[in-house]
């Protein structure tokens, strides 16, 4: 990595005991400390902020886990949650307070749900009341389901006006993108309690899926508002390259598996019929090779002046947090940070004390805080 150098390993007294920080000098715009807020989580999946300081931590095999404000993980997962298969790569998927949580106490969370003709991404919410959740309701499921493991998709984002997304990803059947009345490969919108908006795109045409909000997609792990605009950005996995970012828009098709950057695992052929077709989008910025992107969240804090309105998304396969400036809607530059440093990062968060937080995807994850290097 240009101009990254691991300046030092030093052990700082914490709730836990002694957790490592690692210092970090950067060439580029910021010199950041990593802190360990808490780890002993197993695949860690998404994390969302408490009012009172702690963190309500997803783990992939099907358990809600509280973290205090000093960093404390309970040793019980939080009750309540409905029946959730842990299969390949589905399980418990993201989670995140409705905007009013202070006073209805709403958590919205993501999952692999079993069922009639085998499993698929399911939204319930339930209200927080102390290690449980209570009154938990289901508010959306893909169908229809398969017996698949593969491209559960999914993240779950409040647009400015309470309206809810969620992403999904194509269930390892390709053709599935393409059809209007399945839910696979798409960005579904939501009110909050599950009913379809009347200003969805679709309602009101009998052969279309009335949730269905943008279509053609792959398998989308990372969502994300704009601080400025509040547009919607999110980004999806391709198959052997063609990882792509995208702005989903209303009725768009953004093409998979028709067009695509990527090519078949392993034997480098063709997928579909290239690179662009008319009707179809094209992606705001696509890695080639792949870098496996989860996690994803714009910085606009006080903290790293020189990150402000960047871009950050988490690499899976490379290990790494990716840093990506936007100029005019474009990406103009791009930086690797923490390469090998924490493991495969699986979410991307700001904090609301201004910090950028991440998961690591591991069987002893953690959560991790990048505060600057003073």
Sequence with gaps: MKGLIVASVILLVAGLG?????????????????????????????????????????????????VDAEGNLQAEPIGGLPPIRATGQGGLLDVVLHPDFNNNRWVYFSFAEP??????????????????????????????????????????????????????????????????????????????????????????RSTVLPEIYSYGHRNIQGATLHPQTGRLWTHEHGPQGGDEINLPEATVNYGWPVITYGVNYGIGTKIG???????????????????????MAFYDGEAFPGW???????????RLLVRLEIE??????????????????????QGPDGMLYVLTDARNGGLFRLIPNT
């Design 308 to 318: 402000r309105g960047n871009l950050f998304i988490g690499s899976l396969k490379f």
């Design 115 to 204: 069922g009639d003709g085998g499993v698929g991404t399911a939204v319930a919410r339930g209200r927080l009341n102390g290690m449980t959740l209570d009154d938990v309701e289901m508010i959306f499921r893909l169908r229809p389901k398969t017996n698949s493991g593969y491209h559960f998709g999914s993240r779950l984002i409040f647009g400015r006006d309470g309206k809810l997304f969620v992403t999904l990803g194509d269930r390892g059947d390709k053709p599935r993108s393409q059809r209007l009345d399945d839910h696979a490969g798409s960005v579904i919108r939501l009110n909050d309690d599950g009913s379809v908006p009347v200003d969805n795109p679709f309602v009101g």
């Design 18 to 66: 002694q957790v490592k920080a690692t210092e970090i000098e950067a060439s580029e715009k910021a010199s950041i400390k990593i802190e360990t807020i808490t780890e002993g989580l197993e695949h860690p999946w998404s994390v969302a902020f408490l009012p009172n300081g702690g963190y309500l931590v997803t783990e992939r095999p099907g358990r809600l886990r509280l």
């Design 328 to 349: 005019d809607g474009k990406v103009v530059h791009e930086e690797r940070l923490l390469k090998g440093v924490l493991g495969r990062i699986r979410d991307v968060r």
């Design 273 to 295: 019929e290239g690179t662009e077709k008319a009707g179809m989008a094209q992606p705001l910025y696509y890695w080639v090779p792949s870098i496996a992107p989860s996690g």
